[in-house]
């Protein structure tokens, strides 16, 4: 099926998870799909492979609670840095979701367990967004009001 | 005991240090009202005999004082107790880990403790209790005990509800979140081996059927994580009555086939603040819930409505103890099914209860678990052969504003 798909640019995606058999899995997946990967095991490795990186990062795909420092943190100081680059948000705690949703509200979230094929959609879709609609655009307020306004929303 | 008096001095040593005392200097009259204060606060809180508390005296080794409220716990009269020497051995059954020689020193020379423990108590039975101790450090050779009767029935029956559910809900949230990346690692990799394989091959309906598997126990997983309360984040503005009405073929689709579905659902019925997704789950299981109460025909109703919760009925609800007075949004599921004892009615809301051979018991606990996290309130009513009717109440909109602004 992966080759059907139509002659187009090779993506790059920074896949973040600190789950090393998801890492794995969805890397060699996206990698099938015809994706170029990077991957990292928490945020800290994630922002160093990021300031290594020469290129063009297409799109951030990250767990959002992880060791070192989590997905949120990472989004905030890895975004303003790469413009181009879009977010997806996976996690397997609800609550953290939530949060998230208000700290970058059009990164799409996808709750674990999902299949692969809805991640590689995923991808496709916010690859297709128009520029006024990346995540860059939604991060001009700083965490902490986002922070404040997700706890005031959830009391 | 010799080393549990050099442990009170030590402590006494460092009570008041001198130099603290003279900095001060506070006159007379001010340290006399303090005293006075502090001593009328003491006696406020000794003689309300919330708990039981005692004083020890440390070298003697008996109790010094105690309130009536100790001293029902142990059993003894109060003349009985000013009349005799009542050591701490005499309350501690043999086998205690306490009887242990070197228990009274831990408590002169170290904090507060708590913990659970037994008291024998003067006709010999045994009491549970939780105890704690302190050393005050004013440099008196005394030591303070506090007792809390746990016997069954001596607490709020919706307090140790609430913690056991608080505790339970911590462990559940962690679980489901390790199960669903275990679940995440399971469908990951078994869509790749899919990949592989050659077209036609067999091996693809095994691997949907590890799919489908693994899909049922995400499920589960979620049922876990709205019982833990999670997702409480996301309450926003929604409208019962069309949410409900959205799933209605869902509903249809999810109850036997000799079951009468009705729907009584105010169409101008005000938003209430909440997760679209969870009333969807609560309506489902609740509605599964009636479907398996009833054997092969009846009825089952959902109905939608504004109540308004009094002061004096506040106390509609086995999941949240008090519901704050004003209007609410009710939902409302009843079925014509088997009905249920006082009994079953009481352990619903445990997560793993259930009273069908076949199922988890996690339906009504993540109903349970939706609902503290909305801030509302669920109530029962149900008598075996008479159906059950599941009460939901959910905070209005502007009820949620006026108290939070």
């Known amino acids: 099926m992966a080759d059907e798909m139509p002659a187009k640019p090779t993506y790059t995606v920074l896949l973040v998870d600190d789950n090393e058999t998801i890492l794995r899995a969805l890397h060699n997946y996206l990698e099938r799909k015809g994706f170029n990967l990077l991957e990292a095991r928490d945020g800290e490795e994630a922002l160093l492979i990021a300031e290594c990186y020469p290129s063009i990062i297409h799109v951030l795909v990250t767990d959002l609670v992880m060791g070192r420092m989590n997905g949120g943190e990472l989004i905030h100081r890895l975004v303003p840095l790469r413009p181009e680059m879009q977010v997806v948000i996976m996690s397997g705690y609800h609550d953290q979701i939530m949060v998230q949703h208000a700290i970058t509200p059009l990164a799409p979230v996808l709750q674990k367990p999902f299949r692969p094929k809805k991640l590689l959609a995923t991808i496709e879709e916010v690859l297709a967004k128009p520029e006024s609609e990346r995540t860059v655009a939604y991060l001009a307020q700083p965490l902490t009001t986002a922070l404040q306004h997700a706890q005031a929303s959830g009391a | ?405």
């Open chain 2, 1 to 405: 005991m010799r080393e549990g008096e050099t442990a009170a001095l030590t402590c006494a040593g460092t009570a008041r240090p001198k130099a603290v005392e003279s900095c001060l200097a506070p006159s007379e009259k001010f340290f006399d009202d303090v005293t006075r204060k502090s001593e009328a606060r003491f006696r406020a809180l000794f003689d309300s005999n919330l708990v039981g508390i005692a004083f020890w005296d440390s070298s003697r080794d008996f109790i010094t004082e105690a309130n009536d409220a100790y001293l029902s716990i142990i059993g003894y009269t109060r003349a009985e107790f000013e009349s005799g020497k009542i050591s701490w051995r005499d309350l501690t059954p043999a086998g205690d880990p306490d009887f242990d020689e070197t228990a009274p020193r831990d408590v002169y020379s170290s904090a507060v403790r708590i913990y659970e423990k037994e008291y024998c108590r003067r006709d010999g039975t045994r009491t549970p209790i939780v105890f704690g101790l302190a050393a005050p450090s004013d440099g008196r050779l005394e030591g303070l005990a506090f007792a809390l009767d746990i016997r069954e029935g001596r607490l709020d029956p919706h307090l140790l509800r609430s913690q056991k559910l608080e505790s339970l809900s911590v462990l559940a949230g962690g679980i489901a979140h390790d199960f669903n990346n275990l679940l995440m690692g399971i469908i990951a990799n078994v869509t790749l081996m899919m990949d592989d394989l050659p077209p036609d091959s067999p091996l693809e309906g095994l691997g949907e059927n590890i799919l489908a598997a693994t899909e049922q126990a995400a499920h589960l997983t979620r049922q876990m994580l709205a019982f833990s309360g999670g997702g409480r984040v996301t309450l926003r503005p929604v409208e019962l009555t069309k949410e409900v009405d959205g799933i209605s073929t869902k509903i249809r689709s999810s109850i036997k086939k000799g079951i009468r579905l009705r729907f009584n659902l105010d169409p101008n019925l005000p938003r209430i603040h909440a997760d679209a997704a969870q009333i969807h789950q609560l309506v489902m299981n609740l509605v599964q819930n009636a479907d398996e109460a009833i054997e092969t025909a009846g009825t089952v109703t959902i109905s939608a409505s504004v109540r308004e919760v009094r002061p004096q009925n506040a106390r509609v609800t086995l999941v949240v103890a008090r519901l704050p007075p004003g209007r609410y949004a009710l939902l409302e599921v009843s079925d014509s099914g088997i009905g249920m004892d006082e009994q079953t009615q009481a352990k619903i809301f445990d997560p793993f209860f259930t009273t069908r051979f076949i199922g988890r018991g996690l339906g009504l606990a993540a109903v349970a678990g939706i609902v503290r996290g909305h801030n509302g309130g669920i109530g029962v009513s149900s008598e075996p052969g008479k159906g059950s009717s599941f009460q939901v109440f959910f905070p209005l909109e502007q009820v949620m504003q006026s108290a939070s602004g």
